[in-house]
Structures are given as C-alpha cells and as structure tokens.
C-alpha cells in the first residue's frame, strides 16, 4: 500500500513539473511579442520563420536569447535539435545588415593591413628555416583571409547589389574606362586567389619551401595589400550610405 502511494506521488510530482515545464512559449523579437505559426516545432524552423518571413531584407538576426542564455555560433547550427515546447522564453535581436558590415570592415581595417604584414613575415621565417613558426603564422592569416572574404561577399550580395559605386568605376574619376569593371579589386571575382591559394597548397604537399614563401610573399600577400589600401575609401562610402539609410 506505502508502495502503491509512494508511487501515485511520484507520479502525479511528475505530471506536475510536465505541466510546469509546458508554460505557453513567449517569443519577442527586438523587445517585441511575436506571434508564431503552429507548424513551428524547433529553434531552427523559428529562426529560418524570422529571418524569411518577418525581418525586412535589410536586417539579420544577431542574437538569440533561450530562456535567458545566448545562443552560440555551435549551437546555432544545432538548432535543428531544439525544441520550441522546451523553452519558455525566447528572446530575438537584429540588426541592419548596413550596420554589421561598416562595424566588420572597421575592425578590418586594423587587422587586414596587420595580416599583409604577418604574411611578409611568414615568408621570410619559411626561407630562414623557421619552417614551422612560418606556418604557424601562415596559418593564422589565411583563417583571418577568409574571415574578410566572408565579410566582403556579404557585403556585395546583401548590402550593395544595386550600388553604383561597388560595381563600377565612375566616369568622373576613370574616364574611358569599361563600364563593367570593378569600381574596387577588393570586390573584383575571387578566382584569381582561389587560384594562389591552390599553387600555395601545391608547394607545401611538395614540401617546396622556395615556391611556398614565393607565393606567399609575390602572390598573396600584394592581394592582401590592395584590400589595405581600399578599406578606408570604402569606410567613406559605407559610411556615407548608412548616414542615408
């Protein structure tokens, strides 16, 4: 009988933190309730509902809050695995595509002219016989390259695909020039690099060490100097533009 009733309790206990744990789901999104579709059944189908249907075209979902803690990068991919019915409280932050490309390219600024550096650098360690601290290096800039080919291919397909002065030179300070062509080589089409980074891969698997720092030094690394030497006048048109935004 003790058993029987120990077990009832037990049971109902249960049942009680079930219901508790099942409080209806609040969603807001930028401090706001928002309103979901019944279909909805994970974090993910949430986020792609929000990025897709709710949010205007010029803003992204920067952070997700679930019952009070961020989510992160690692998590986010997940997301597929969360289920709505387990959260109370979903909070939902975004922010204008504009403002997170100036803010990446402002930090860029410091960093690009600092990774063509470390890339000369890389080079020379790689000839002196410093093999693996030039790698080492190596390794470190080619991760921050395509941290800014990220940042700059974001930018061309989300923020200025209808921008004049991303896509082409203008007449005032080009005259003459074709009207397909690149107003910055920042943005000009990356298959020339992909090309380098392929014979930059080629040398190491043959352990050339020569034709490693060469291509480092004579290939990649004047690349990497254009994009110094073009950030801040593309800050000024970024700038600019946010300011009308």
């Known amino acids: 009988m003790h058993i029987l009733l120990a077990g009832a309790i037990m049971a109902l206990s249960v049942a009680k933190q079930e219901n508790q744990k099942r409080t209806p789901l609040q969603v807001f999104l930028d401090y706001k309730p928002l309103a979901l579709p019944e279909a909805l059944v994970t974090v993910q189908d949430l986020l792609v509902h929000v990025q897709s249907s709710v949010l205007p075209r010029n803003r992204v979902l920067q952070h997700i809050v679930l019952d009070g803690e961020y989510l992160s990068e690692e998590g986010e991919k997940d ?20 403002e997170l490309a100036l803010e990446g390219l402002e930090n860029a600024r410091e960093l690009i002219p600092a990774v063509k550096e ?51 030179k203008g007449q005032e300070s080009a005259p003459g020039q074709d009207e397909g062509q690149r107003a910055y080589r920042t943005f000009e089409p990356k298959e020339g690099l992909l090309e380098k980074f392929r014979d930059l891969e080629q040398a190491q698997e043959a352990s050339d060490l020569v034709a490693l720092a060469d291509v480092i030094e004579y290939e990649i690394a004047p690349v990497v100097a254009v994009w110094a030497d073009e950030l801040p006048s593309i800050l000024t048109q970024m700038k600019a533009e946010t300011a009308e935004a």
């Open 79 to 98: 997301s597929a695995k969360l289920r709505l019915h387990d959260y109370e409280n979903i909070e939902l932050h975004s922010r204008k595509v504009l």
């Open 118 to 168: 470390d890339l000369l650098t890389s080079a020379r360690e790689i000839r002196s016989g410093n093999v693996e601290h030039g790698l080492n290096m190596l390794h470190d800039c080619v991760l921050m390259i395509d941290w800014f080919l990220d940042l700059i291919t974001a930018i061309e397909s989300a923020v200025h695909r209808e921008k004049p002065w991303l896509r082409v």
